[in-house]
Nanobody, 118 residues
Framework: QVQLVESGGGLVQPGGSLRLSCVAS????????MGWHRQAPGKQRELVAT???????NYADSVKGRFTISRDNAKNTLYLQMNSLKPEDTAVYYC????????????WGQGTQVTVSS
């Protein structure tokens, strides 16, 4: 299995920046895709950004131009750089990893809280 541990969340003012990290227990080179999802209270979990093992990225429209997803294979780490944060970005952010071994298995981190408030 893959264990994922997020960190970097916290309280930030609107317009501020935050960088989230997700450390995987396996080489992320063996993981088909990784991504960040978020869930606000009372809301469904939603996709924020994804990155494939080949480096292709996708972003939710709400974060395009503000967030950047990246990975460091040597550190088995996924990142989410969040700039120009808005109150509506407030949520628990979860790291996700998909690993295909015949079937596709999905793993989730425990989440890290991001609060954007003045």
């Amino acid at each position: 299995q893959v264990q994922l541990v997020e960190s970097g969340g916290g309280l930030v003012q609107p317009g501020g920046s935050l960088r989230l990290s997700c450390v995987a227990s396996r080489s992320i080179g063996s993981i088909t895709a990784m991504g960040w999802h978020r869930q606000a209270p009372g809301k469904q979990r939603e996709l924020v950004a994804t990155i494939t093992s080949g480096g292709s990225t996708n972003y939710a429209d709400s974060v395009k131009g503000r967030f950047t997803i990246s990975r460091d294979n040597a550190k088995n780490t996924l990142y989410l750089q969040m700039n120009s944060l808005k109150p509506e970005d407030t949520a628990v952010y979860y790291c996700k990893a998909d690993r295909r071994i015949g079937a596709t298995y999905t793993y989730w981190g425990q989440g890290t809280q991001v609060t954007v408030s003045s």
